[in-house]
């Protein structure tokens, strides 16, 4: 894992309200971390031979243009309240999930809105959406249901990434909050317990002021239930492990794709 001092934060911008819910989220979060915004608008009008020309002699007219103006919106609410927030934009032509991917190779997190790309959970979450997680060279967040909770940072326990832990804690630094530890249904309390005491060891030794606080069992073996244990979590973040399928393409596990479709907050997807 890489930690820019200032870390470049890409944000997909579509024509949803979710989109708007996205930049949001991402400029906060760049407000908190001292990071820039760079807002991206994936223009699919090229990839399927529509002029995207402007009418002749109606200035600001055509598609390419509306894709601009996009983009000054983004940045406009953006700036709301963040006057010296660093923010540029480009429109990309191509479709949203290649063109994303190719632009996590310069960026340290990639922001998506929870139904963003033209209705993301629609388009993403099932075979595209998870292509982005899986490919994706750097983190991403999926921005779903309220932005503005002030609880802790969430922290899905996976048995062997231990990148996920040091983001959590990396994240409960920066925000200034606790940890809460979530755990799988067939833990123990015994068991999660021992699990919660190892992980506030392992991250008191880079992150002495970081707490974790408490850790929840889901209620039964589902991604619904380790959602609902996390209920009060601000963010939570899940190890998005990438899988080889015997076709020789990359996908995710079905694990992360439920956690997606259940989460009432935003979900920091951190990359093996």
Known sequence: MTHSPAPRITVGVFDADESDLAV????????????????LHAFMWTELDVNVEPISGMAGSGFRAAAHSLL????????????????????????????????????????????????????????????????????????RGRIDGDGPIGLVHHPSATE???????????????????????????????????????????????VVRDVSIAARPTAKELVLASEDAALTVVAGERSMRTDGKVS?????????????????????
């Open 24 to 39: 949001r989220w991402a400029a906060q979060h760049a407000a908190t971390v001292g990071g820039s915004l760079h807002l």
């Open 72 to 143: 000054k919106d983004a940045a406009a609410i953006a700036r709301e309240g963040r006057p010296d927030l660093p923010i540029t934009s480009e429109v990309v032509d191509g479709n949203a999930v290649p063109v994303l991917v190719e632009a996590s190779a310069s960026a340290d997190l990639v922001v998506l809105g929870g139904r963003g790309m033209g209705r993301l959970m629609t388009l993403i979450v099932g075979s595209k959406s998870l292509a982005l997680a899986a490919r994706s060279a750097c983190p991403v967040v999926v921005v």
């Open 164 to 210: 996920v832990v040091i983001r959590a804690a990396d994240l409960a630094e920066a925000y200034r909050r606790d940890i809460h530890l979530i755990v799988r249904a067939e833990t123990s309390p015994e068991e999660a317990e021992r699990i919660r005491a190892e992980t506030a060891q392992s991250i008191a030794l880079s992150h002495p002021t970081v």
């Open 252 to 272: 995710a596990p079905r694990q992360l794709v439920n956690v997606l479709r259940f989460a009432n907050t935003p979900v920091w997807i951190e990359r093996d």
